[in-house]
């Protein structure tokens, strides 16, 4: 569509819609899991499409309005993309633009959420039990399904599991399971004084902080 401004035209953007080659890989060259699935999300946080792997490893994603996605894993155990391959530049996370009318062959590496964080949440010193751990990602609003909590037990101990690779800052925080954790900016000022972790891709086991974790008030 073509639009006049000032006696000249000028031309609309165009809408047109792209289709998405993917082509899965696991980051340890493992199998990909059964029941695997990719799903397309938009900059709204809606998925636009859900789709199985293919016998190859590969998915088409068609029709695709243009725009900036994440692919996200989906399967019965965690996983996440770790990083796009896109005409022969990586680049790290899971987010891709979408320019109009392109056609587009991307490579991402999934890896899995094998490894289990461990430690003790402490006041002055001394063990608390019943405090929210949280796990908060780096760029957490882009990447929820990295987030993990626990509860802290008698002697200060807890656990977090299925921990995908990443940086993330880990917290304790005092009378918060009511706390709506999840809204952008709700822990920043708890992250500000947590603990600083990353998990490796080829990292596996469970791993322990060095030093407790200082109970914050909520």
């Not at 989906?74 to 996370?93: D, F, K, L």
């Not at 890896?111 to 760029?139: T, Y």
């Not at 977090?160 to 304790?172: D, Q, R």
């Not at 709700?186 to 998990?199: E, F, K, S």
Request: aromatic share 6%; proline share 9%.
């Amino acid at each position: 569509m073509n639009l006049s401004k000032d006696g000249q035209e000028v031309a609309s953007p165009s809408n047109d819609p792209s289709e998405v080659k993917v082509l899965v890989k696991m980051a340890r060259g493992e199998p990909i899991p059964q029941e695997f699935r990719l799903v397309l999300r938009n900059a709204g946080g809606q998925s636009v499409a859900f789709k199985p792997i293919g016998s190859n490893g590969d998915v088409m994603f068609e029709d695709v309005a243009p725009g900036k996605y994440s692919i996200l894993a989906n399967s019965p155990t965690p996983h996440a993309i770790a990083r796009i391959t896109s005409q022969g530049v990586e680049t790290a996370g899971h987010d891709v633009d979408v320019a109009a009318g392109s056609s587009m062959d991307l490579s991402v590496f999934v890896v899995a959420g094998i490894v289990r964080v461990e430690g003790f949440a402490k006041r002055a010193g001394q063990p608390m039990s019943g405090v929210m751990i949280a796990l908060v990602p780096c760029d957490p609003q882009s990447h929820p399904e990295r987030f993990r909590r626990d509860q802290s037990d008698m002697d200060g101990s807890f656990a977090l599991p299925a921990v995908l690779p990443g940086s993330y800052t880990i917290i304790a925080v005092e009378d918060a399971w009511g706390f709506p954790w999840m809204q952008p900016g709700a822990l920043d000022r708890y992250v500000q004084h947590g603990q600083n972790i990353t998990i490796g891709e080829l990292m596996k086991g469970s791993v322990l902080l060095p030093d407790p974790l200082e109970v914050q008030p909520r």
